[in-house]
């Protein structure tokens, strides 16, 4: 569960960066979709600054335990840095990791930079598409003699997968773990619902939910 002041604050925010648009955009699943999201436009110190403050804040209200942070590259390395920043601030240090593409063959070598990779690992990213980004997290965090503790990211998109589970719901099934999300479409159907400017976009989400959304969003 989300928290609905978070989700409603975050959402409004993403609008504000464009980070959050509305219109036709199609998926990487061929869908028309009425809406994108694209963390990629936090793309300054203030707004990265504020994007992993809601990280930070949804990862201490679920009171998962984990003992590390990972950032998969390339996204996730400027928010895993960002995240351990923002808990440090709310009084919680955390370590944190992220990996290279490729491996460096000088230096210290190998994929992982950052903290040891050791314990309970915490996922950062900011969606779920197709779970790519996380098998492949998962893979180097059991190579490392870690354990996958979870994932966190910005958007569950509640959209069905191959079947009738979501991209998230199959990560949770798969890996046995959880994944917490700042906001999901049923908060942005919500937030639409009440804004005068945006909510003209309402009509056209909600039949896109109805198409691809999950049983039960």
Known sequence: ????????????????????????????????SPYFFNAGLFNDGASLDRLCDFYART????????????????????????????????????????NRKEAK?????????????TGRALIVD???????????????????????????????????????LSAVQEVERGYNMPVLSIATLNDLISFLAGNRELERNLDAISRYRQQYGIQGA
């Open 126 to 164: 900011d969606v779920i598409s197709a779970g790519t980004s996380v098998r492949e997290s998962v893979e180097l965090i059991r190579a490392a003699g870690a354990m996958p503790a979870g994932v966190v990211i910005a958007l569950d998109r509640q959209e069905k997968g191959s079947d009738d």
């Open 59 to 98: 990862i201490l209200a679920s009171g998962l335990e984990f003992d590390i942070l990972f950032g998969p590259a390339y996204k996730g390395i400027p928010l895993v840095a960002g995240i351990a920043i923002a808990l440090a601030r709310h009084g919680r240090n955390m370590p944190f990791c992220y």
């Open 105 to 117: 063959d000088h230096g210290e070598g190998g994929t992982l930079v950052g903290a040891p990779l």
């Open 1 to 32: 569960m989300t928290n609905p002041d978070s989700s409603r604050q975050f959402i409004a925010f993403a609008c504000e960066r464009s980070a959050l648009r509305f219109g036709e955009f199609k998926t990487k699943a061929g869908r028309l």
